[in-house]
């Protein structure tokens, strides 16, 4: 008791809000241990905010915290009989996407770090980062924000704590997460992620402030496994400010993971039915922007077949306790999209109709939204992103192309019943994807878990707009956690093989390419909602209902087991879909080869081993 009140005496003393006390009181009362309200109270002395707010998560606390912003411009209500429940934000030109170059894994050892992410001393970081800090919350309200990643229960399910003064972010955390009050409702006990956020822009007395308050020059987001903390400053936008997501249930969980024998996966996690009633349910690993929302969100063309969604972008992937299934939750309660390309002929169209905050698209004379793709002809009159008038005969998009939404899970239609089960959802299969224009074919499955798991390292992927920098270059994104493994690579190689050996029955394995180009540039496979007869074929592989080809690079289905003649605007043949170029396959050999002793000795013999055999039976 006595250390209680020397908390709340010390906080009244450095913040000037009577309700302080009330804070630390509720803290306590949830049983929130010491050492994380010692925590707070050491923020909130050197981030010296004018006042602090505990979120409960309610509706009230949301409302009233969009109408703060509404009068701020940093929310547009959009059409409310169009759309309801939605607004739109403009994010400052300089903030737009996930800047992986000032993304820092602060690892004791550089080793631990790896050769692919940036590495930073955490006591160097924490003194750097800790001067900007320092009265960055001057003149606004230092939000307490204690959010729950997974479904309430359970066993599978970790906490966090963002302080944020960003009322944007607050907002998207309840959309994100199972956040405030229900969530320190369970946390006592618990092991609490701590997630320290501003936007790095104090607010002097009588200062007017800005629609969307950033800081990129000193844009920072370092991550400390040990201690399983994040700090992220400068940054408003997506994954940079909501530090539940890439920061905390990527990499920071991804080092859980390794520790405790599991994996934290960029992955979604979707349901196929038959037209039987027999449902089964898979993973599947993508870039960032390459279409896993579209994909989780399919809505089946092939008559009795349905796919459902469970999460989109992460799973966190454990085996059940005797080991005889391996299961996955999604941690997170909400989609954060990206925007352009979503139409009546895609998936996730229904989902974003009510209650989504859109980022960085453009507005309508008739207070509706647009983005490129959205519809053929683009709308006359069109405010584009930056809220200047928009010429369609210019080159110059619209929307921005990581333009997002952000909207809770149950505003999907075909949300799956399960997405909350607390044991989570066993998985059938793994899929594997990148962005190839060249190469890599439709679909090919592994031939064992080994195999699997170099499908998985071996994934290359053009770049996109979700990440600052050049988009459309070739990078290595081995099972699409480049920019999200929170520790050495090579490790994480080497854990997914131990991993895979630790149950009776691992998941079949896949790896798909559906941007594969013809030689006019015309994509061969027209994806979207035709990726359905992809899945069905991996749904009766995993029946043993059908059987496979092989080949040197995998296993393919037969001509016969793809109803082509259904598949409507089809630019390439079977033969085109799966052709195995030699003079293509050299290149990505002799690229594996160099990218994989890139990681040197740590690399995994196994893999090394599944190389060989690869080259070999190719004849090279
Ligand atoms: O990291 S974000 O959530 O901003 C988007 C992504 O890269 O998937
Ligand atoms: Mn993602």
């Not at 050492?35 to 909130?44: R, V």
């Not at 749904?539 to 995998?554: H, L, N, Q, Y």
């Not at 037969?558 to 089809?570: E, R």
């Not at 994989?596 to 080259?615: H, K, R």
Request: aromatic fraction near 12%; charge should be negative; include cysteine.
């Amino acid at each position: 008791m006595h250390r209680f009140f020397i908390f709340i005496l010390s906080l009244c003393a450095v913040v000037n809000y009577l309700h302080t006390n009330e804070v630390i009181l509720s803290l306590v009362e949830y049983g929130i241990e010491s050492d994380t309200i010692d925590w707070i109270l050491l923020q909130a002395e050197q981030l010296t905010p004018d006042s602090i707010q505990i979120c409960d998560g309610s509706e009230e606390e949301y409302q009233t915290l969009i109408k703060q912003m509404v009068q701020q411009q940093t929310l547009i209500p959009l059409n409310q009989t169009l759309r309801p429940g939605c607004y739109l934000a403009r994010s400052h030109p300089k903030d737009v996407a996930r800047v992986e170059e000032k993304t820092f894994i602060c690892s004791d050892k550089k080793q631990d770090a790896g050769p692919t992410n940036n590495w930073a001393d955490p006591i160097e970081m924490k003194q750097i980062m800790g001067e900007d800090f320092q009265g960055c919350m001057k003149g606004r309200t230092l939000y307490i924000v204690p959010f729950c990643m997974g479904p309430l229960k359970s066993k599978y399910a970790r906490f966090g704590i963002q302080l944020t003064d960003s009322p944007y972010v607050v907002v998207s955390l309840k959309t994100m997460t199972r956040m405030g009050r229900k969530a320190l409702e369970q946390m006592e006990g618990k092991s609490i992620v701590r997630c320290l956020h501003s936007m790095g822009c104090p607010l002097e007395p009588g200062a007017i402030d800005s629609a969307w308050p950033c800081n990129p020059e000193k844009l920072a987001i370092a991550h400390f496994p040990k201690t399983r903390e994040v700090w992220s400053f400068g940054s408003n936008y997506g994954g940079n400010a909501l530090l539940n997501k890439k920061c905390f249930a990527l990499r920071i969980a991804s080092t859980l993971g390794l520790d405790e024998g599991w994996l934290a996966e960029h992955m979604l996690i979707l349901s196929v039915t038959n037209p039987e009633g027999k449902k089964r349910y898979f993973t599947a690993a993508f870039p960032s922007a390459c279409g896993k929302t579209n994909l989780a969100m399919l809505e089946s063309p092939l008559p009795g077949w349905k796919v459902e969604v469970v999460g989109d972008d992460i799973a966190w992937l454990h085996w059940s306790e005797d080991g005889s299934s391996l299961r996955a939750i999604n941690p997170e309660a909400g989609f954060f999209g990206v925007v352009p390309g979503t139409s009546e002929k895609t998936n996730a169209i229904r989902t974003i109709a009510t209650n989504t905050i859109f980022t960085n698209v453009a507005l309508l004379p008739n207070g509706d939204v647009w983005w490129e793709g959205k519809t053929d002809t683009p709308p006359p009159m069109a405010i584009d992103w930056q809220n200047n008038p928009w010429d369609p005969s210019k080159t110059t998009p619209a929307a921005h192309p990581n333009s997002r939404f952000c909207v809770a899970a149950h505003e999907c239609p075909n949300i799956d019943q399960t997405w909350q089960d607390t044991n989570g959802v066993e998985i059938s299969a793994i899929i594997f994807g990148g962005r190839r224009a060249s190469t890599i074919p439709l679909i090919r499955e592994a031939f064992s878990w080994e195999h699997g798991v170099f499908l998985g390292a071996s994934i290359s992927s053009e770049t996109t707009a979700a990440a600052t920098g050049t988009v459309g270059k070739l990078r290595h994104d081995p099972f699409a956690m480049i920019p999200f493994c929170g520790y050495n690579m090579a490790d994480y190689f080497s854990h997914w093989i131990t991993f895979g050996l630790q149950g009776a029955n691992p998941p079949k394995m896949y790896a798909v390419n559906w941007f594969r180009k013809n030689s006019n540039g015309e994509y061969l496979w027209p994806g979207f909602q035709y990726n359905i007869h992809v899945l069905k074929w991996i749904f009766e592989r995993c029946e043993g209902s059908v059987k496979a080809k092989p080949t040197a690079i995998g296993l393919i289905p037969k001509k016969l087991d793809l109803d082509f003649a259904s598949i409507l605007g089809i630019k390439g043949s079977y033969e085109e879909l799966f052709a195995v170029k030699k003079h293509e396959w050299e290149k990505e050999y002799s690229a594996l080869s160099t990218y994989f002793s890139s990681f040197g000795n740590e690399f995994p013999d196994e893999l090394w081993l599944q190389y060989q055999e690869l080259v070999q039976a190719n004849g090279q």
